[in-house]
């Protein structure tokens, strides 16, 4: 074992289990890592893709809420990795395993009630990963610091803006980069040592050994008064108990030469559709197309994407736009737009700032800007959405951005009452 890179040696852990309801309608159907992303991926792929590219290729996804969709989808988009080559991804339901009676009652129960089969990985070291956030991280870097500090746990952590850091737990560091306290959401965050106007966020990234770990996961299952979470309750335990580092994410993002690091959680529907939008610019700050780092996905058997119709008024056309395999955009004006798989827009009409989910028609002459429209739905001729606010709220959700969500529960709605 001593021969073996430290990735060799590891495992993630990804807690895929929360329903993300932030994303409103977005999540009715699917839980928040399953939400499609960038065209064609899921929001799940960008952890798993971080560790297949860091060379950890054993893995563990712990689901729980409407767990369908992501299921399906690793089966499909996850299934090259081979068993005989020692790698692997299982997908760990809430089943009441381990003599519980319960389901996961928080992000520590869900490795506990598992600790059986991570035992059988054989590893020395896990990562505990979040499935529904989007970066680029080379978790070898902070598996090394992790085993050069000896730490009981490593967290790793964004440095941000000290006034932002509200919604997030913070960390106390010393200049060593010990974290001196963890407090949960402060009103007041701490800085850092080197700046006092900024403030390290946790990731929900953890690194422990094994073995430590498997010990305070059983110590924490008999404490009655612990909601059973890592956030909550293990790591301010080890913070005050033991030794917790802090890992900067500066350190180990991907991103090409003098790019800042790129960290979002899009959890809301302002956020998602930003962070799309963000894809269609000129240099956008998350690299796609970077070849050395690829995020890895289902890729469907779908044909290029095809664009039909050079008349006036009647052209299709793309521009600052990302359009996915198996769309056909036919006389239809696309501007800083994101269209996934399968999309099929008619003649006449326009898709402004638009994100368009898998498998949508569009119908002649609808405008839509500013929009998100969830996976299937089909547009009605005509409709305009994204030039009266007023009107738009009275049958589809809209954010206090402007950002107008369609599904096609909400497009039933409206066809019944009109």
Same mark, same amino acid.
């Given at each position: ?72 989808? #690793? /089966? ?7 068993? =005989? ?27 506990? /009630? ?30 090394? /610091? ?13 440095? #941000? ?31 850092? *040592? ?108 779908? *044909? ?45 009409? #326009? ?8 498998? #949508? ?19 009605? =001729? ?37």
């Amino acid at each position: 074992m001593k021969t073996k890179r430290l990735t060799q040696r590891s495992m993630v852990f990804v807690l895929a289990g929360g329903r993300g309801s932030r994303l409103k309608e977005l999540t009715d159907r699917r839980v928040k890592p399953a939400v499609p992303f960038g065209g064609k991926a899921r929001i799940i792929d960008f952890a798993l893709s971080n560790a297949m590219n860091s060379g950890i290729r054993k893995m563990a996804i712990a689901t729980q809420y409407k767990a369908h969709s992501l299921i399906r989808h #690793v /089966q499909r988009g996850w299934n090259f990795l081979g068993a =005989e080559r020692n790698e692997f991804i299982d997908v760990l339901p809430a089943s009441q395993r381990g003599g519980t009676e319960s389901w996961y009652k928080g992000t520590a129960d869900a490795v506990t /009630q598992n600790i059986d089969i991570v035992d059988s990985y054989g590893v020395d070291y896990v990562v505990i990963l979040a499935g529904d956030h989007i970066y680029k991280m080379d978790y070898e870097i902070m598996l090394r /610091q992790h085993v050069e500090s000896a730490a009981d746990v490593t967290v790793g952590c964004l440095t #941000v803006p000290r006034m932002e850091a509200t919604a997030f737990g913070v960390m106390a560091t010393n200049k060593e980069g010990q974290i001196t306290s963890f407090l949960e959401k402060p009103a007041d965050p701490p800085g850092t *040592p080197e700046d006092p106007e900024k403030a390290l966020a946790s990731m929900g990234i953890y690194v422990f050994d094994w073995k430590f770990l498997r010990e305070w996961l059983l110590k924490d299952a008999e404490n009655p008064e612990s909601s059973n979470d890592f956030g909550n309750d293990l790591i301010p335990d080890i913070v005050a108990n033991g030794k917790a580092m802090a890992h900067r994410f500066d350190d180990s993002c991907v991103r090409a030469e003098g790019a800042p690091a790129y960290w979002k959680d899009v959890g809301t529907v302002d956020a998602f559709w930003q962070a799309h939008i963000d894809l269609t610019n000129f240099t956008p700050e998350l690299d796609l197309w970077d070849r050395d780092w690829p995020i890895w996905t289902y890729n469907a058997s779908v *044909p290029p994407a095809k664009f039909i119709h050079d008349e006036r008024d009647r052209r299709g056309i793309a521009i600052s736009s990302m359009v996915s395999g198996g769309c056909i955009v036919s006389g239809t004006e696309v501007r800083n737009s994101v269209l996934f798989t399968n999309v099929h827009t008619n003649s006449y009409a #326009v898709l402004d700032h638009a994100v368009v989910l898998p498998d #949508v028609v569009v119908h002649r002459s609808a405008r839509l800007r500013q929009v998100v429209i969830d996976g299937g739905v089909v547009i009605p =001729e005509g409709l305009v959405v994204g030039e009266d606010p007023t009107e738009d709220a009275k049958w589809f959700r809209v954010t206090d951005r402007g950002t107008t969500l369609i599904t096609q529960d909400m497009l039933d709605a409206r066809a019944a009452a009109t």
